[in-house]
């Protein structure tokens, strides 16, 4: 049974339509030139742009939602706006988390590097116990080690039943946990 479903869904501005199943526990990676219709159709899964022509199945679902440039607020402690978050969304910060990226706690947002304010994004799109995940290029501003942990910690939550979709310019990195890539 699938979360969303996508039949020849189309803005008119792109190029080509969209025909995707996602399913518990996918691992989708899409790649693709930019300008081609990655982020528009991260924007058609998410309900956040309706599509011109096709159709779009949804069940209701809790999201996780990564989008490439992410405005954190700046004047406020990394430990803070976790803890908010997860008050917001209901959730509790678990210890692997608050480790996987040794982000320092006590600093604010603002002085933060910009590595750790995207390990930061990351980290917050887990809250909340999503049952889909949306990545749109997670990498940027991640140092190599960094990539490691994200890719392992990734592995962890598709075993424990997450659907993933994964939007990047470095496919290669994620390729042999996806179970559908998409090339556009």
Do not use: W
Request: aromatic residues 8%.
């Amino acid at each position: 049974m699938h979360l969303i479903e996508l039949r020849e869904a189309r803005k008119l501005y792109c190029e080509d339509s969209f025909t995707l199943k996602i399913e518990k526990q996918d691992f989708i990676v899409i790649s693709g030139e930019n300008g081609r219709g990655k982020t528009t159709l991260l924007e058609l899964i998410l309900g956040f742009r309706k599509p011109d022509s096709g159709f779009i199945d949804k069940k209701k679902l809790k999201i996780g939602y990564l989008p490439e440039v992410m405005m954190l607020p700046p004047l406020i402690k990394v430990s803070d706006y976790l803890e908010t978050l997860a008050r917001v969304k209901k959730d509790r910060l678990s210890e692997d988390m608050l480790h996987l990226f040794n982000i320092p706690l006590f600093k604010y947002i603002y002085q933060l590097s910009k590595g750790n304010q995207q390990k930061l994004a990351i980290l917050s799109t887990f809250i909340g116990k999503p049952d889909l995940i949306i990545l749109d290029e997670p990498l940027s501003g991640l140092d190599q080690e960094s990539m490691k942990k994200l890719k392992a910690y990734l592995v962890d939550k598709k075993e424990e039943g997450l659907s993933i979709v994964i939007s990047t310019h470095k496919p290669e990195l994620f390729k042999e946990l996806a179970n559908k890539v998409l090339c556009l």
